[in-house]
């Protein structure tokens, strides 16, 4: 089988292009998923279940149904209600931020959860509200610990970006796609966006190993 090196050559621009579309809705959508998933978590962990109810029903959702099942109902039903037409790189940022929001509350649950109660015992007894505690005491010890999953979420979160190319969100799949049909020829686009997407995730889990040592540094000091 020859490999046409012109096809990956000519689409290259638009490849480098929809990587960095790749790069901005995945951050895009990994922040706003940090901040609602950190609302959610809490919002779980209230004591009161008429509280925790809206909250455990959110998480169940966005964990229990596919991802493009997300993708496809916020493009053709919720954002036409808001703009019209309808924007695919604002559907693929608010449905990767909304289905990440619900593995980072679980995320940072399991993290608040693993600090001993004694500090908030300790903090609270100090003449700390339980707010103050929890923003001043908890939530840093929670925030190391959670790095290391967290990490592996932007990955997932940075693949599944591609699924933006079903509603026309010109990242890094939908050129592979493009080129594909232009060129009626499958390898050599796909194994192309498939070795960006590699570089992309093996650089990210660098990054994160090397996040993670420099924390484990800092507590041993």
């Given amino acids: 089988m020859d490999f046409r090196f012109d096809i990956v050559t000519d689409y290259m621009p638009f ?3 929809g990587m960095g579309i790749t790069i901005g809705v995945s951050l895009a959508g990994v922040l706003m998923g940090l901040i609602l998933g950190l609302i959610i978590a809490l ?3 209230s004591s009161n279940k008429w509280i925790r109810l809206p909250f455990n029903i959110y998480i169940n959702i966005f964990r229990g149904t596919p991802l493009l099942v ?6 053709f039903g919720i954002v036409p209600m808001f703009m019209s037409p309808s924007n695919p790189l604002v559907s693929l940022v608010i449905g990767l931020s909304l289905n990440s929001a619900a593995y980072i509350a679980e995320i940072f649950r399991a993290g608040i959860q693993s ?12 003449g700390m509200t339980r707010v103050q505690a929890m923003k001043l005491v908890i939530l840093p010890q929670a925030v190391k610990r959670v790095i290391p999953p967290l ?3 932007f990955i997932v979160l940075l693949k599944e970006s591609s699924l933006g ?3 026309a969100a010109p990242e890094l799949m939908y050129w592979g796609q493009a080129a594909a049909g232009e060129y009626i020829r499958v390898w050599e686009p796909y194994i192309a966006v498939a070795f960006i997407y590699l570089i992309l995730t ?9 996040v993670e040592r420099r924390l484990s540094t800092d507590d041993q000091r």
């Fill in 15 to 17: 490849f480098l292009r």
């Fill in 43 to 45: 919002g779980k962990m």
């Fill in 115 to 126: 600090i001993d109660k004694g500090q908030m015992e300790a903090a609270r007894s100090l």
């Fill in 70 to 75: 997300q993708l496809l109902i916020i493009h």
């Fill in 165 to 167: 190319s079903v509603v």
């Fill in 151 to 153: 990490g592996n979420e």
């Fill in 202 to 210: 093996l650089s990210l889990t660098y990054l994160m190993n090397y």
